[in-house]
């Protein structure tokens, strides 16, 4: 036979239980509200470089042949390939892993300006790799903090991928 519990232990239990599903609430929306900042700023940082390359309707493309690099810049002369874009001595190339010296490279012209950014897959896979580190942070916060496992290697699998293709592009 189970001895009865007095009533004062009975009530201490409700609240108890009560603060853990509001511990557990908290934990689950704090956390998730990391992540989902996490993936904006992936796709804010992504989206810079990337509206130039994606959406190429209107804009002028062509190619540059890269002939200097300092300072985290190169530059070369570019040549139109699409209708009413115009030849230009120098423009302006950011420097990364991605660009070397003597290559030719196919670009999109930023609108009003002489920068340029590299278009075709290299170029799209290139401008999305912020949301791909995003997307393996995200993975991290899902698993630790949501305790959603599942998500979480689907997120982080999905930043390899990206991450990879764009590795393996450039």
Do not use: N
């Not at 002939?67 to 390939?81: F, H, I, L, M, Q």
């Not at 012209?109 to 340029?116: C, E, L, N, R, T």
């Amino acid at each position: 036979m189970i001895p009865a519990m007095p009533a004062s232990a009975a009530a201490a239990v409700r609240p108890r239980r009560a603060s853990r599903v509001a511990l557990r609430f908290g934990r689950v929306a704090v956390m998730g509200t990391v992540a989902v900042l996490i993936l904006i700023a992936g796709v804010w940082a992504s989206w810079g470089t990337a509206q130039h390359v994606m959406l190429t309707k209107g804009r002028e493309r062509g190619t540059v042949e890269v002939t200097r690099c300092a300072d985290g810049r190169c530059t070369g002369p570019y040549s139109p390939v699409s209708a009413g874009s115009q030849a230009r001595e120098s423009v302006v190339f950011e420097d990364s892993v991605a660009v070397a010296e003597g290559r030719t490279y196919t670009v999109v012209v930023k609108p009003g300006s002489d920068d340029v950014v590299r278009s075709g897959p290299a170029g799209v896979l290139y401008a999305w790799v912020p949301l791909g580190g995003a997307l393996l942070l995200a993975s991290v916060v899902v698993a630790g903090g949501l305790r959603r496992t599942r998500l979480a290697w689907l997120l982080a699998g999905s930043g390899v991928a990206l991450l990879s293709a764009a590795f393996a592009v450039v």
